[in-house]
């Protein structure tokens, strides 16, 4: 099977299809990818693991800070504790809180990051002359990376430090 073929196959089976887990698999949600494959992600109940991504999935579907998983348990493993079965999209997210098997601690701290979430900055509606130096200087009308964490520094803060 060529490598386009089987590509097709995985999206259609990851995007089509909507699964529910079984007794022994949990809903996760991930957490940090630490590399070679593995995910650190987080259970409804608060404990973290590794998991590790299945050569299926390796190089045709990509999973990034806060997506949603279904993992089936590995006994022998000591750091790496489950595999992942299922990527979980928001169409199946969206069936799964309407089937009532979607975690209530996934709700609320869902509810809690879109609250918190900062805004992408709106571009300048007129744009600078070339030969201003605050166009170098002002980064605030670039791209913001979702997948990084944003830390905000208030004025208060630096205005204490500066006096200290």
């Known amino acids: 099977m060529s490598q ?4 097709k196959h995985v999206v259609k089976e990851v995007l089509g299809e909507h699964m529910v887990p079984s007794d022994q698999q949990q809903i996760v949600r991930v957490l940090r990818t630490p590399g070679n494959n593995l995910h650190e992600v987080e259970t409804a109940q608060g404990q973290r693991f590794l998991v590790s991504m299945p050569s299926k999935y390796r190089k ?4 990034k800070r806060g997506d949603f998983l279904i993992v089936d348990p590995i006994e022998e493993g000591e750091k790496v504790k489950a595999e992942i079965s299922f990527v979980l999209c928001k169409d199946h997210v969206r069936s799964l809180k309407k089937d ?10 869902e509810k809690h990051n879109n609250r918190n979430r900062p805004t992408q900055p709106e571009l300048p509606a007129e744009p600078q002359a070339s030969g201003e130096e605050s166009s170098s200087e002002d980064d605030s009308d ?3 990376n979702t997948n ?3 830390y905000h520094e208030s004025e208060e803060e630096s205005e204490e430090e500066e006096t200290a």
């Open 60 to 63: 045709n579907i990509w999973i």
């Open 148 to 150: 990084r964490r944003q």
């Open 100 to 109: 009532g098997l979607w975690p209530e601690a996934f709700e609320v701290a």
């Open 4 to 7: 386009a073929t089987k590509r």
């Open 142 to 144: 670039l791209f913001v």
